[in-house]
């Protein structure tokens, strides 16, 4: 078992900034990528960034050169770094830990960017 505690969401203005945290606890050895997920009202579930063990980092295009994942692993912990927000970037954000048998999810944080 995983367990995935998100943090660090809230409303700011168009163009500001936010970090969102993912701490992991439980079996991490078996995780192999970590995503960020977004999921606005009215719509399905996006994936936003994938990091992956030794492998590249990828973005939707949407948050291309803006949004940035990275991780801590003393702390176990992966961090959404987001930068030049905008309004439709407004959405519950969700961290998702894969691994071979198992997808975990954390309980969602909110960003609201207001115009």
């Known amino acids: 078992q995983v367990q995935l505690v998100e943090s660090g969401g809230g409303l700011v203005q168009a163009g500001g900034s936010l970090r969102l945290s993912c701490a992991a606890s439980?079996?991490?050895?078996?995780?192999?990528?970590m995503r960020w997920y977004r999921q606005a009202p009215g719509k399905q579930r996006e994936l936003v960034a994938v990091?992956?063990?030794?492998?590249?980092?990828i973005y939707a295009d949407s948050v291309k050169g803006r949004f940035t994942i990275s991780r801590d692993n003393a702390k176990n912990t992966v961090y959404l770094q987001m930068n030049s927000l905008k309004p439709e970037d407004t959405a519950v954000y969700y961290c998702?830990?894969?691994?071979?048998?198992?997808?975990?999810w954390g309980q969602g944080t909110q960003v609201t960017v207001s115009s």
């Open positions: 439980g079996s991490i050895f078996s995780i192999n990528a």
């Open positions: 998702a830990a894969w691994s071979p048998e198992y997808v975990y």
């Open positions: 990091m992956t063990n030794g492998g590249p980092t």
